[in-house]
């Protein structure tokens, strides 16, 4: 059975950092990307970054290119959305989320099996 499980969310000052981490167990054989998603409130839920589990490939919601910074270590199963100069819109719940399905569109939630419980994000103007 795959858990995921996101740690490192907190209130921080506009300008600010925060590391997100996300560590998986269970379905790490086969999976294909890594990403990160963000739910503000009234909002829907939108891709941030995702990463290639094996090759390491990134991809960035624009509003965060730049700033935010997706990795991961394999042998741990742990995936990390290093967050700087952060700014009041970044305030969402983040959720780690797994793909397996290789070839598919990795920027859709609609590809991800598997999701976490989330983390609230909260910056302050």
């Known amino acids: 059975q795959v858990q995921l499980v996101e740690s490192g969310g907190g209130l921080v000052e506009a300008g600010g950092s925060l590391r997100l981490s996300c560590a998986a167990s269970?379905?790490?054989?086969?999976?294909?990307?890594m990403g990160w998603f963000r739910q503000a409130p009234g909002k829907e839920r939108e891709f941030v970054a995702t990463i290639g589990w094996r090759q390491g490939t990134t991809y960035y919601a624009d509003s965060v290119k730049g700033r935010f910074t997706i990795s991961r270590d394999n042998p741990k199963n742990t995936v990390y959305l290093q967050m700087n100069n952060l700014k009041p819109d970044d305030t969402a719940v983040y959720y780690c989320?797994?793909?397996?399905?290789?070839?598919?569109?990795?920027?859709?939630?609609?590809?991800?099996?598997?999701w976490g419980q989330g983390t609230q994000v909260t910056v302050s103007s």
């Open positions: 989320a797994m793909n397996h399905q290789v070839g598919s569109i990795v920027r859709s939630e609609n590809t991800y099996d598997n």
């Open positions: 269970g379905g790490t054989l086969s999976i294909y990307f």
